[in-house]
């Protein structure tokens, strides 16, 4: 990139500085654990600032603590390890954090929630949606003539296999929640932080 600088003397190239390049790390899914100050506007300004920085929230889940006036979010984002830090780095200096932790590598248990209502078109497919609930500890929470509703609750890996499995039978409605996440407390009770 060229940009001409004097007038009288005749015209002189000036080439623009070159921007160092940052090297890019591995691109993976990062499960940020957050505690915030429930009030108006929190919400919003985390998902800007993340916006903000070109990337998209894959899940977000955010409920009150046992402690009055603060809820916890977890919150999952694809990114390379560097632009992760910094929105990291970024969420602490917000107001109303209170703690940020990237609980991708650490310890930690993941959750969804799933509710589908799975078409039921035989005797047959009957007993077959019936024993998959059974072996994924799933729960039939409503019965009709033509379908089940079930409740199967569990890590990503998991709602993803049983959403394949009962797929063939046909879906009627399927939700499903974002990630909640935990961090494991070490052995012996010590906690690192």
């Known amino acids: 990139m060229a940009d001409t600088v004097g007038r009288d003397e005749g015209l002189k190239v000036v080439t623009a500085p070159k921007f160092r390049k940052l090297p890019k790390g591995e691109v993976k899914k990062h499960v940020i654990d957050l505690l915030v100050q429930n009030e108006h506007g929190v919400l919003a300004r985390i998902v800007t600032l993340i916006?903000?920085?070109g990337y998209n929230i894959e899940s977000l889940s955010v409920g009150e603590t046992h402690e009055k006036g603060l809820s916890r979010m977890t919150i999952v984002v694809e990114g390379d390890e560097h632009v992760i830090e910094q929105?990291?780095?970024q969420l602490r200096r917000?107001?109303?954090t209170i703690k940020v932790r990237d609980l991708t590598d650490l310890p930690h248990i993941e959750?969804?929630?799933l509710l589908v209502k799975?078409?039921?078109g035989s005797q047959r497919a009957r007993e077959e949606v019936?024993?998959?609930v059974q072996i994924f500890g799933a729960k039939i929470l409503d019965v009709s003539h033509g379908s089940y509703t079930i409740e199967l609750v569990g890590d990503g890996e998991t709602v993803d296999h049983f959403i394949e499995l009962v797929k063939p039978f046909g879906i009627k409605e399927l939700i499903r929640t974002g990630k909640v996440a935990m961090k494991r407390d070490l052995a012996g009770g010590k906690d690192e932080e």
């Open 51 to 53: 916006a903000g920085k």
């Open 87 to 89: 929105v990291v780095k």
């Open 94 to 96: 917000l107001i109303n």
């Open 111 to 113: 959750r969804e929630l």
């Open 118 to 120: 799975v078409n039921l």
């Open 130 to 132: 019936f024993r998959l």
